[in-house]
C-alpha cells in the first residue's frame, strides 16, 4: 500500500470526514486550516504519515499543513502536461505557481519529480520513471535510501588494500551519482567545502538517451535533482562548479540561480578546450571551441577567495615604492622605485630625472638602461608587497569619480576607499577597502 492509500483509509476512521465512505475533500482542507486537534491526533498515530507531515523542531512536530494540503488535494500526476497536477492548472516553481511567484525560474514537465536516471549503457534501454515528490513520496524515500558501496577501493599513500575506511581517506565511488550522493549525506551534509561536476552535455552524443519527447526535460529534473542534494553537502562557505558546453549553458545558469540562488553566483568562467583547425574548419557556422565553469557558493557572505600567485615577469608599470608599508595605509610615505635603487647601488640622485640617468650612465656604464631594468625587476619581485602602480578604475561610479577627484587634488597623499555595492568595478576584489593616490587607484601586487 503506498502513501496515498494509507491515508486514505486512516481518514476513513474519523466518521466527519466522509459520506457513505468517500472521503469529503474540502471537509478534509476545512479541518486541517484549523488544525484540528481530532484530525491532528488521527495522523500523529500512524508513524510514516507523521515522518511526511509533521517536521521535528528541537522535539517539538510542528504540522506542515500546505503539504498535506497539496497531497490532499491532488489526485494524479500528468506526466505528459507542463502543469503539475490536473486541477490545478500553471505553470510552477517548487511549490508556488508562476502568478505566485515574482522571481525568475524554470518550469517544464516533471519538475517536480525524481529521475534516478544511470547513465551505463543497459540504463539507456530501460523506460525512465518520473517520481512525483507528492504522490510517490514513499517510492522516493526508498530510492534515495542510503545504500551499502561495494567494491569501493581507497586511493592514496599506504593500506590500500584495508577492508577499513576511516576518516580522511580518499575513496572513489562509481556508481548512480544520485544515489551515491544520497548516501553521502547523512554523514557529510553540511561538510563538504568543493563540489566540480561534469555532467552529459545534452548534445545527443553523450549517452544521455531518456525519453525522446522530454529528452531536455529529463535532462534539467536530472540536473536539478542532484543539485539539490550537492548543495545539501556543502559547507556555508563552500563553492560547487559545473562545467558544461553552450547548448545547455543558459538553462543550466537560471536552474543554478535558483537553487543557490542569483546572490550566490560568483562568476562564469570561460575555458577554452580546443583550437579552431582542424575538421572543425569545415563547420559552416561559428566554431565551437569553448567550455564554460557556473561557479557558485552556497553562502556568498562566507565564502573567502585564497588567492593562489604565478610567478610572471616584472611589469614596469610598478614603479612606486611604499617605504613605511608597516603603517596604516593613510600614513604610506611612496617613492619611485628607480630612486630606491639609485640609493642601493650609492648613485646620487639629482635635482632632475636627467641628472639622476647622467650619474646611472656613468656608474653602469654604456648598457646603463638595460641593466637598471634587470636590477630594478629583481629587487621588486623580491619586495613585491611594497611595490604598487597606479590604475585608473574600470567605470567609476559617481561616488568613486568624487574620491578619485580630491585625491588628484590632493597630490602624493594615500586615501582610504572605503567600498559599497555601486562601486562594481571593485567587487571583483576580496578586500573591502581601495587605496587612491595621485587621482589613480593602487594596484598591489601581492597584499
Known amino acids: 500500500m503506498n502513501l ?4 486514505k483509509a486512516l481518514l476513513q476512521q474519523d466518521t466527519r470526514l466522509t459520506v457513505n ?10 479541518l486541517a486550516l484549523k488544525l484540528d486537534r481530532e484530525l491532528l491526533r488521527l ?6 504519515l507523521k515522518t511526511h507531515f509533521f517536521a521535528d523542531v528541537d522535539g517539538v512536530l510542528v504540522f506542515d499543513k500546505e503539504k498535506f494540503m ?3 488535494n491532488n489526485k494524479a500526476f500528468l506526466p505528459d502536461s507542463y502543469t503539475s497536477f490536473k486541477n490545478k492548472i500553471g505553470l510552477t516553481a517548487g511549490e508556488r505557481y508562476l502568478n505566485e511567484n515574482k522571481d525568475v525560474v524554470l518550469a517544464w514537465a516533471y519538475k517536480d519529480c525524481v529521475l534516478e536516471g544511470g547513465q551505463t549503457q543497459e540504463d539507456v534501454k530501460r523506460d525512465e520513471i518520473f517520481w512525483n515528490e507528492i504522490l510517490a513520496p514513499d517510492e522516493i524515500d526508498r530510492l534515495l535510501a542510503p545504500k551499502v558501496f561495494t567494491n569501493w577501493r581507497r586511493y592514496g599513500v599506504g593500506r590500500t588494500d584495508s577492508p577499513v575506511y576511516e576518516d580522511g581517506d580518499n575513496l572513489i565511488i562509481k556508481g548512480n551519482n544520485l544515489l551515491a550522493l544520497h548516501s553521502l549525506k547523512k554523514r557529510f551534509a553540511g561538510k563538504v567545502k568543493l563540489i566540480y561536476i561534469d555532467p552529459p552535455y545534452n548534445i545527443g552524443g553523450d549517452s544521455f538517451g531518456y525519453n ?16 539539490e542534494v550537492a548543495k545539501h553537502l556543502l559547507k556555508n562557505d563552500g563553492c ?17 540561480d535558483e537553487i543557490f540562488g542569483v546572490e550566490n553566483r560568483v562568476q562564469i568562467i570561460a575555458v577554452k578546450t580546443a583550437s579552431p583547425a582542424g575538421f572543425k574548419t569545415v563547420n559552416p557556422g561559428p566554431i565551437d571551441v569553448t567550455e564554460y565553469v557556473l561557479f557558485y557558493t552556497k553562502d556568498r557572505k562566507a565564502f573567502k577567495f585564497k588567492r593562489n600567485y604565478v610567478a610572471v615577469e616584472y611589469d614596469e608599470n610598478y614603479d612606486l615604492y611604499i617605504d613605511n608599508i608597516e603603517d596604516k595605509p593613510e600614513n604610506w610615505r611612496l617613492k619611485p622605485l628607480r630612486d630606491v635603487i639609485y640609493n642601493l647601488n650609492g648613485i646620487e640622485i639629482g635635482s632632475t630625472a636627467q641628472q639622476s640617468a647622467s650619474n646611472a650612465r656613468r656608474f653602469w656604464g654604456e648598457h646603463w638602461k638595460i641593466i637598471r631594468s634587470q636590477v630594478m625587476a629583481k629587487y621588486a619581485l623580491e619586495n613585491a608587497e611594497r611595490v604598487v602602480s597606479i590604475r585608473d578604475p574600470h567605470k567609476p561610479s559617481a561616488r568613486l569619480k568624487e574620491a578619485l577627484q580630491f585625491s588628484k ?28 593616490y595621485n587621482g589613480g587607484a593602487l594596484s598591489l601586487s601581492i597584499r
Open 212 to 227: 525522446d519527447n522530454f529528452n531536455h526535460s529529463s535532462w534539467l529534473t536530472f540536473m536539478k535533482n542532484r543539485l
Open 4 to 7: 496515498f492509500d494509507e491515508l
Open 43 to 48: 495522523l500523529l498515530s500512524h508513524d510514516r
Open 409 to 436: 587634488e590632493h597630490p602624493n597623499q594615500v586615501f582610504v576607499f572605503r567600498k559599497s555595492t555601486e562601486d562594481e568595478e571593485l567587487h571583483e576584489s576580496e578586500k573591502e577597502e581601495a587605496y587612491l
Open 21 to 30: 465512505r468517500e472521503l469529503l475533500k474540502n471537509q478534509i482542507i476545512e
Open 70 to 72: 497539496r497531497f490532499v
Open 240 to 256: 560547487i562548479f559545473v562545467q558544461i558546453d553552450i547548448h545547455e549553458l543558459g538553462y543550466l545558469q537560471v536552474l543554478l
